[in-house]
């Protein structure tokens, strides 16, 4: 039972248009949501968080937008960088658990 | 930002050794650290929660003798893989906490196992 999707495996992006990533989750006790990078042979690095409180968090190029109501989050970047081609994971948190989706690639195309 | 240190970053061993993965938190206090695995394309399964000075927490399906889980201080968990087989092999990656409410975890480099 997957609590936490992300349904697009991979998204590619002309170079300074907007990424949108999406992530989906289904057990409502989730309050907390993050949104990790990974490049290869590493861990993933934290990007942005949000709770949920807030509908919108913004940290300089990333956004990340919560619906409660439709359980659905999502990471924008705008503009789009070549160095933003990653792996991107979201992670939904109810307790000290961190429950990650299977992550979707981003390649941004110069 | 805050550092965790995995160490080793890559190890390949002959089928029956056992391997110790250390994950360090350098500059907080994590009095809790979780260990994920990772397969490829696949995505982070979390393995075990290790909270300092206790025993650890694994998930369901994760072999508690197999994976030995050690985390003697605030700043160091260690992950044991006994009698390693090639089902073995993965990437795993531990992460830490601080002890703040609602503070991000933030991940280790991952190790690399590679068991022959």
């Known amino acids: 039972d997957q609590q936490v999707k992300q349904n697009s495996p991979s998204l590619s992006v002309q170079e300074g248009r907007i990424s949108i990533l999406n992530c989906d989750y289904t057990n409502s006790m989730f309050d907390y949501f993050l949104w990790y990078k990974k490049y290869p042979a590493e861990g993933p690095t934290f990007l942005i968080s949000?709770?949920?409180?807030?509908d919108k968090n913004e940290d300089g190029r990333f956004t990340v937008f919560l619906n409660k109501s439709a359980k659905h989050l999502s990471l924008h970047i705008v503009p789009s960088q070549p160095g933003d081609s990653a792996v991107y994971f979201c992670a939904a948190s109810g307790t000290y658990k961190y429950i990650f989706g299977t992550g979707t690639r981003l390649k941004v195309l110069a | 930002g805050a550092v965790v240190s995995q160490h080793p970053s890559w190890v390949i061993c002959k089928s029956g050794t056992s391997v110790k993965i250390e994950c360090r938190s350098l500059?907080?206090?994590?009095?809790?650290m979780f260990w994920y695995r990772q397969f490829p394309k696949q995505s982070l399964m979390l393995m075990a929660t290790?909270?300092?000075?206790?025993?650890?927490?694994?998930e369901q399906g994760v072999e508690k003798d197999k994976f030995l889980i050690n985390h003697a201080s605030l700043t160091l968990s260690t992950l044991t893989v006994t009698s390693a087989h090639p089902e073995d092999s993965s990437f795993y990656i531990c992460?830490?906490?601080?002890?703040?409410?609602?503070?991000?975890?933030?991940f280790g480099d991952g190790t690399r196992l590679s068991i022959l």
């Open positions: 949000i709770s949920s409180i807030k």
């Open positions: 992460s830490a906490r601080s002890v703040t409410h609602n503070q991000p975890q933030h």
């Open positions: 290790s909270n300092e000075g206790s025993k650890a927490t694994y």
């Open positions: 500059d907080f206090q994590a009095t809790t």
